[in-house]
Nanobody, 122 residues
C-alpha cells in the first residue's frame, strides 16, 4: 500500500519561513510528478507547485519567488520551502503524486497525503 506522509506545517508569523516535507512509501520503484496543493475552507484545492522526476518545476503565480519545490528521488520525498509567508498562505497543504510505479509493476495514480496545516499570523 502506498502512503504519502507530510510534515513541517505549523504556525508562523508573516514574513517567516516553513519547510514542508512529504515522504512516499510502499514498495516504490519510481514517482512521476510530485506536487503540493493547498485548500482553505469553502474554496477549491489549488496547485501550489509541482516538480517532475527530471526536476522541471512550475509554480502558482501567487507563490513565485517565495516558494521553492524540490525532491530527492532516492528518498521518494518532495519538499516545499516557503519563505516570506503571508497570511493568505494559510491553508491545509497536501502532497500529491500523479503516478507511482511499484516494484510489482503496478501503477498507482493520483495519490494524496493527509494534509498539514500552515497558519500565518499577521
Amino acid at each position: 500500500q502506498v502512503q504519502l506522509v507530510e510534515s513541517g506545517g505549523g504556525l508562523v508569523q508573516a514574513g517567516g519561513s516553513l519547510r514542508l516535507s512529504c515522504a512516499a512509501s510502499g514498495g516504490i520503484l519510481s514517482i512521476n510528478t510530485m506536487g503540493w496543493y493547498r485548500q482553505v475552507p469553502g474554496k477549491q484545492r489549488e496547485l501550489v507547485a509541482a516538480i517532475t522526476r527530471g526536476g522541471s518545476t512550475n509554480y502558482a503565480d501567487s507563490v513565485k519567488g517565495r516558494f521553492t519545490i524540490s525532491r530527492d528521488n532516492s528518498k521518494n520525498t518532495v519538499y516545499l520551502q516557503m519563505n516570506s509567508l503571508k497570511p493568505e498562505d494559510t491553508a491545509v497543504y497536501y502532497c500529491n503524486t500523479d503516478r507511482i510505479t511499484r516494484y510489482t509493476g503496478t501503477n498507482i495514480f493520483n495519490s494524496w497525503g493527509q494534509g498539514t496545516q500552515v497558519t500565518v499570523s499577521s
